[in-house]
């Protein structure tokens, strides 16, 4: 396992990550505390130091979880975590994509980091961001002045930002790394799936100042190469949020990926996984993961070599024609269009609601 530095700090990050909602959420099975915390040591095992929890994770289960697993060598690893939903006003609301509400309020904000301390057993947090801030929160001095208020304080080490749960959020993003200078920015980002992500790790790249955590590092699942045009989901899967189109035309992207991993002596799950590292802003990769084959698998791609340069730009290519496959843009979320910036995806076509001019839509890739 290799490890990389925050900017500005000492806070270290195996390449790949675990996070701990694969565990507690109850989206990918359910685990009694026993078998969760085989698989965290498991992971620890590997290589793995940098874990990432939710306080809205099962309630709070992800930080218990966690206590659990490295109470006994707690300086040795790197726990991230995330405030701002209010499951304590609100224990049952949230149901799948469903949000419950925010509190942006400084005394909840404290007071959250406070319970989440207590919860695993530390007495400082290495990096604590704002979950799923959206349009109105990254104005809000309050947040970002209570989160550095805390660090101060030595409860926490650095403070950031996540995105989501959707894809989308750019400009909330750009002006997260560009304006508020945070030092952890959580996002999704794949290689089928490489916008805003990208955007924002460009950004990151440019100022210096930010590290990146990747989730959704393999589109649901679609980069484990472990689907077929049968795979059905159950209906407590996160997956089914998905419409039927996204694993067929998943599935014919696949196909023009096959050189990335055959005969290479990695398995596409791996190469997806190295093409997120190919950026030097990003520090950390969260598969989901919640079985020891997947875990063995993903932990080991951080001793793999590098992508090459050709590597790259042939994905890129790839990218800019949607692989080959005509669809339209998901539903983002968020502020995706401003005026004075023209960005947008790298696979365009006309009447897409981004800037700029495109290829016409018949002929911005083959059907």
Same mark, same amino acid.
């Given at each position: 396992?290799?490890?990389?530095?925050?900017?500005?700090?000492?806070?270290?990050?195996?390449?790949?990550?675990?996070?701990?909602?694969?565990?507690?959420?109850?989206?990918?099975?359910?685990?009694?505390?026993?078998?969760? $915390?085989?698989?965290?040591?498991?992971?620890?095992?590997?290589?793995?130091?940098?874990?990432?929890?939710?306080?809205?994770?099962?309630?709070?289960?992800?930080?218990?979880?966690?206590?659990?697993?490295?109470?006994?060598?707690?300086?040795?690893?790197?726990?991230?975590?995330? $405030?701002?939903?209010?499951?304590?006003?609100?224990?049952?609301?949230?149901?799948?994509?469903?949000?419950?509400?925010?509190?942006?309020?400084?005394?909840?904000?404290?007071?959250?980091?406070?319970?989440?301390?207590?919860?695993?057993?530390?007495?400082?947090?290495?990096?604590?961001?704002?979950?799923?801030?959206?349009?109105?929160?990254?104005?809000?001095?309050?947040?970002?002045?209570?989160?550095?208020?805390?660090?101060?304080?030595?409860?926490?080490?650095?403070?950031?930002?996540?995105?989501?749960?959707?894809?989308?959020?750019?400009?909330?993003?750009?002006?997260? $790394?560009?304006?508020?200078?945070?030092?952890?920015?959580?996002?999704?980002?794949?290689?089928?799936?490489?916008?805003?992500?990208?955007?924002?790790?460009?950004?990151?790249?440019?100022?210096?100042?930010?590290?990146?955590?990747?989730?959704?590092?393999?589109?649901?699942?679609?980069?484990?190469?472990?689907?077929?045009?049968?795979?059905?989901?159950?209906?407590?899967?996160?997956?089914?949020?998905?419409?039927?189109?996204?694993?067929?035309?998943?599935?014919?992207?696949?196909?023009?990926?096959?050189?990335?991993?055959?005969?290479?002596?990695?398995?596409?799950?791996?190469?997806?996984?190295?093409?997120?590292?190919?950026?030097?802003?990003?520090?950390?990769?969260?598969?989901?993961?919640?079985?020891?084959?997947?875990?063995?698998?993903?932990?080991?791609?951080?001793?793999?070599?590098?992508?090459?340069?050709?590597?790259?730009?042939?994905?890129?290519?790839?990218?800019?024609?949607?692989?080959? $496959?005509?669809?339209?843009?998901?539903?983002?979320?968020?502020?995706?269009?401003?005026?004075?910036?023209?960005?947008?995806?790298?696979?365009?076509?006309?009447?897409?609601?981004?800037?700029?001019?495109?290829?016409?839509?018949?002929?911005?890739?083959?059907?």
């Amino acid at each position: 396992m290799k490890y990389r530095t925050y900017p500005g700090t000492d806070i270290r990050a195996s390449e790949v990550g675990f996070g701990l909602w694969t565990l507690a959420a109850g989206w990918w099975g359910d685990f009694t505390d026993e078998q969760a $915390v085989a698989l965290l040591h498991r992971a620890y095992d590997l290589g793995i130091t940098l874990y990432d929890s939710g306080d809205t994770y099962g309630n709070g289960r992800a930080d218990q979880l966690l206590r659990q697993a490295f109470g006994d060598r707690r300086d040795r690893v790197t726990i991230t975590t995330k $405030v701002g939903y209010d499951f304590y006003g609100h224990p049952d609301a949230r149901r799948g994509q469903q949000e419950i509400p925010h509190n942006a309020d400084p005394a909840f904000i404290r007071m959250a980091v406070e319970k989440s301390l207590e919860r695993m057993g530390t007495d400082v947090l290495d990096i604590v961001s704002y979950h799923n801030a959206h349009e109105e929160h990254v104005p809000n001095d309050e947040i970002w002045e209570t989160l550095q208020r805390l660090q101060d304080e030595g409860k926490i080490r650095a403070w950031g930002a996540a995105l989501g749960p959707s894809n989308g959020y750019l400009f909330e993003g750009l002006d997260l $790394v560009r304006n508020r200078g945070v030092r952890n920015l959580q996002l999704i980002n794949n290689v089928l799936e490489p916008f805003p992500g990208q955007i924002l790790t460009e950004a990151a790249e440019r100022t210096g100042q930010t590290g990146i955590q990747v989730r959704v590092t393999h589109s649901s699942g679609m980069l484990e190469g472990k689907y077929t045009a049968d795979t059905e989901f159950a209906k407590n899967d996160h997956r089914r949020h998905r419409p039927r189109s996204w694993l067929i035309n998943g599935l014919r992207k696949l196909e023009a990926l096959r050189w990335l991993h055959e005969g290479r002596g990695m398995t596409l799950g791996q190469a997806a996984l190295k093409w997120l590292l190919a950026s030097p802003a990003v520090m950390t990769t969260l598969p989901n993961i919640y079985n020891v084959e997947q875990l063995e698998e993903f932990a080991a791609a951080s001793d793999l070599p590098d992508l090459s340069a050709d590597d790259l730009e042939r994905i890129a290519e790839l990218q800019r024609t949607n692989f080959g $496959v005509h669809e339209d843009h998901m539903r983002y979320k968020g502020t995706m269009v401003r005026d004075g910036e023209p960005l947008g995806p790298v696979y365009r076509y006309a009447d897409d609601g981004f800037p700029g001019a495109p290829a016409a839509k018949e002929t911005a890739a083959a059907d």
